[in-house]
């Protein structure tokens, strides 16, 4: 497809290929962009636990032609139990699936991280040059191009390159001050991994509290697996710097945190030492001033990481995207105001989905005593027998990410 503006077509890199990346390159290309989508991983990172999608991460998805692709791939989680020690479930909130309102716990779009990674790749790849295994090592630009240097001791010259690297991202770091921390840290930690199914692992996901500031989740996708959460409220050094050491360390370090917490803990970290996916991770939220510099800019969340406690890091990853790719297709020729515009229009919608992380909350649903964790199910459990979640998010007006209305469509979706 051919821009329109009578400006000549960019050539773009992408810097990391899951959600957000593959997300842009969707769009530019149907903008009529040239891009390139370097993953350092040897193949499709289609990995990662349950995400779900929700308020204008439906829409955007909706607006990609995907809805019925990733209802094809949900996951089967009705709602959500809090559990007692002896699995006995004391309070349930379902899914809201009435089609208006809020989402709860549980949103009505659950689905695999891997799946979605894969319905994006199955539409952006035939549009759009993807190199795995393949990293992004350094870069220099000046007014006219960026020139990246790749780890096969390749360069080339872009017109533009987009840090899609994640949470952890290394070019927000090269565009951003010397010594700036643009973490956010809540003073929680969480990690998850897979284990084998058993018959009393149903569609509901279980939720157990255990004194010290922990939780346990266990959630499961298909017939054969089911996902442990373990998270813990904690701000020591060992917490902090855990989750960059080796996986056996940090295996031994979660287990030390969690094998006195009963329930199904001994099932959970047994099957944690055989499980084929394990990640560990700080609960943060990435929070700068800026997107940009110069011909350089962040997407997803190497811009704007919500955390997994705003329900919005998929969606926003989305819709970062959707409206970083519209600017760009609407101003080709003029870069700078492409890129101011993506910070004015989408910068109050990330305000407002990062606004939805309180603390104060998130403490509350991780009691530090038993007295504490008796009041909150008792509470939950009233809460639930007046019908009071259910009625709160089907009369709710807006979802997680507020009144904020997607822009116009970035570029026809006929116009491939």
């Not at 903008?31 to 390139?36: A, F, L, N, R």
């Not at 990674?117 to 549009?127: G, N, P, T, W, Y």
Request: hydrophobic share 40%.
């Amino acid at each position: 497809m051919a821009n329109g503006s009578g400006a000549r077509p960019l050539r773009v890199l992408v810097a990391g290929g899951g959600i957000a990346g593959q997300a842009l390159a969707f769009w530019l290309t149907r903008g009529g962009h040239g891009v390139t989508v370097v993953e350092r991983f040897p193949a499709l990172r289609a990995t990662g636990a349950q995400v779900d999608l929700r308020g204008q991460g439906i829409e955007a998805v909706e607006r990609m032609g995907l809805l019925d692709a990733v209802r094809g791939k949900l996951v089967d989680e009705a709602g959500v139990a809090f559990v007692d020690a002896c699995g006995r479930a004391r309070a349930t909130i379902m899914a809201n699936t009435s089609g208006q309102g809020r989402q709860t716990l549980t949103s009505e779009y659950e689905i695999m991280r891997g799946d979605l990674v894969r319905i994006l790749h199955d539409a952006s790849k035939d549009d759009t040059e993807y190199l795995f295994g393949v990293s992004m090592d350094a870069f220099e630009q000046d007014e006219q191009k960026v020139v990246a240097h790749f780890s096969d001791g390749s360069s080339a010259e872009f017109d533009l390159l987009v840090g899609a690297d994640g949470q952890g991202s290394r070019i927000r770091q090269a565009i951003l001050p010397e010594g700036f921390d643009p973490y956010w840290r809540v003073g929680i930690h969480m990690a998850y991994w897979f284990i084998p199914r058993i018959a009393s692992d149903t569609n509901v996901r279980d939720t157990y509290m255990v004194p010290g500031g922990r939780q346990i989740m266990r959630r499961s996708h298909n017939p054969s697996e089911t996902q442990v959460y373990f998270v813990m409220r904690e701000e020591s050094e060992e917490a902090s710097v855990i989750h960059r050491e080796p996986v056996e360390r940090q295996r031994e370090f979660w287990a030390s945190r969690f094998r006195d917490a009963g329930w199904q803990t001994a099932r959970f970290i047994d099957g944690m030492q055989t499980s084929p996916f394990f990640y560990s991770q700080e609960i943060v939220q990435v929070r700068t001033d800026t997107w940009s510099k110069g011909r350089v800019v962040l997407v997803g969340d190497a811009a704007h990481c919500a955390s997994p406690y705003s329900g919005m890091g998929i969606s926003g990853g989305l819709v970062g995207a959707y409206v970083l790719a519209g600017e760009i297709n609407r101003h080709p020729g003029d870069l700078p105001t492409a890129l101011a515009r993506y910070d004015s229009v989408l910068r109050p919608f990330v305000d407002e989905t990062q606004g939805e992380v309180n603390p104060r909350l998130l403490r509350l649903g991780m009691p530090m005593t038993q007295r504490a964790i008796d009041a909150f199910l008792a509470a939950t459990a009233l809460a639930c027998f007046l019908h009071v979640p259910d009625l709160a998010a089907r009369f709710s007006k807006e979802d997680r990410g507020g009144s904020w209305q997607l822009p116009e469509n970035p570029a026809p979706i006929s116009a491939v």
